[in-house]
T-cell receptor
């Protein structure tokens, strides 16, 4: 079945460092791909998305490109801030059911 | 616009008790779903609905029931609580057009402990 694999965390960075969180997927058909972020004690909120191959999603300085040839959707940010500390989830929508399938999440901690 | 609301925020149950987690949305979304979040396992789909009167099972449906009598509400019932159901539960909603969902909007979660 469809699945998402994320790099294991936690990831600890200093402020202004470059961030990459790897995400690869397995899916039949043409899924939409998402990154969600969960700040401490809160629910998930959409960070960015891409709906077809070669699309680039971007928001708040974060970017991810839908790479069909490598089945990847890696999250990047050029300069992280302490306020970016959160758990990041890669996800895809599966087929026509609308089910959202999540990776296990990657915890990011940014130190001043 | 309240978005997706969930009640209660916290709940402690004893093994064998039953309860209902409430979820409501005011965005007129057809698609609603319930997830549970456990450490190191991401979010797993429990049940989902593509419209009033239509529900289906997700990845981990055992021990849970749902119904969808209105577009706005999607309650999750625990029939006989077990310690394995200790988790954080999230409700989400999304538009559902031509068989595909778009961005899902999540509620703030319910933290459930079963003793």
């Amino acid at each position: 079945g469809d699945s998402v694999t994320q790099m294991e965390g936690p990831v600890t960075l200093s402020e202004e460092a470059f961030l990459t969180i790897n995400c690869t997927y397995t899916a039949t058909g043409y899924p939409s791909l998402f990154w969600y972020v969960q700040y401490p004690g809160e629910g998930l909120q959409l960070l960015l998305k891409a709906t077809k191959a070669d699309d680039k999603g971007s928001n708040k300085g974060f970017e991810a490109t839908y790479r069909k040839e490598t089945t990847s959707f890696h999250l990047e940010k050029g300069s992280v801030q302490v306020s970016d500390s959160a758990v990041y989830f890669c996800a895809l929508t599966s087929g026509n059911t609308g089910k959202l399938i999540f990776g296990q999440g990657t915890t990011l901690q940014v130190k001043p | 616009n309240a978005g997706v609301t969930q009640t209660p925020k916290f709940q402690v149950l004893k093994t064998g008790q039953s309860m209902t987690l409430q979820c409501a949305q005011d965005m007129n979304h057809e698609y609603m779903s319930w997830y549970r979040q456990d450490p190191g396992m991401g979010l797993r789909l429990i049940h989902y609905s593509v419209g009033a009167g239509i529900t289906d099972q997700g990845e981990v449906p055992n021990g849970y029931n749902v119904s969808r009598s209105t577009t706005e509400d999607f309650p999750l019932r625990l029939l006989s609580a077990a310690p394995s159901q200790t988790s954080v539960y999230f409700c989400a909603s999304s538009p559902y057009l031509t068989g595909r969902t778009d961005t899902q909007y999540f509620g703030p979660g319910t933290r459930l402990t079963v003793l």
